[in-house]
């Protein structure tokens, strides 16, 4: 079964930037939609970014202009630019595909500090 292994996260100050990223396993895989979510302790995960197969993209109000959702389907990898963090995005982000057979995978996740 394909995986979502994803990297990027770390520990950065308030005012950094972090690229996470989410690569499938298997070379093949068709990507339809995508999403960023983000699970903070204590706290249900929510959605942080999406991005329809058409490219239409949203945002959580709190993260608009300061993050991008991307993917490069050649490398059948998705993207989130994070920049301008505050410590309020610390979270552990996970990033969840939609196949073009409407399946969906969860990356394993991972760790975003940020320091104040």
């Known amino acids: 079964q394909v995986q979502f292994v994803e990297s990027g996260g770390g520990l950065v100050q308030s005012g950094g930037s972090l690229r996470l990223s989410c690569v499938a396993s298997?070379?093949?895989?068709?990507?339809?939609?995508i999403g960023w979510y983000r699970q903070a302790p204590g706290k249900q995960r929510e959605l942080v970014a999406s991005?329809?197969?058409?490219?239409?993209?949203t945002y959580k109000n709190s993260v608009e202009a300061r993050f991008t959702i991307s993917r490069d389907n050649a490398k059948n990898t998705v993207y989130l630019q994070m920049n301008e963090l505050k410590f309020e995005d610390t979270a552990v982000y996970y990033c969840?595909?939609?196949?073009?057979?409407?399946?969906?995978?969860w990356g394993q996740g991972t760790q975003v500090t940020v320091s104040s």
């Open positions: 969840n595909v939609v196949s073009i057979m409407n399946l969906f995978y």
């Open positions: 991005s329809s197969r058409g490219g239409r993209t």
């Open positions: 298997e070379s093949t895989f068709s990507i339809s939609g």
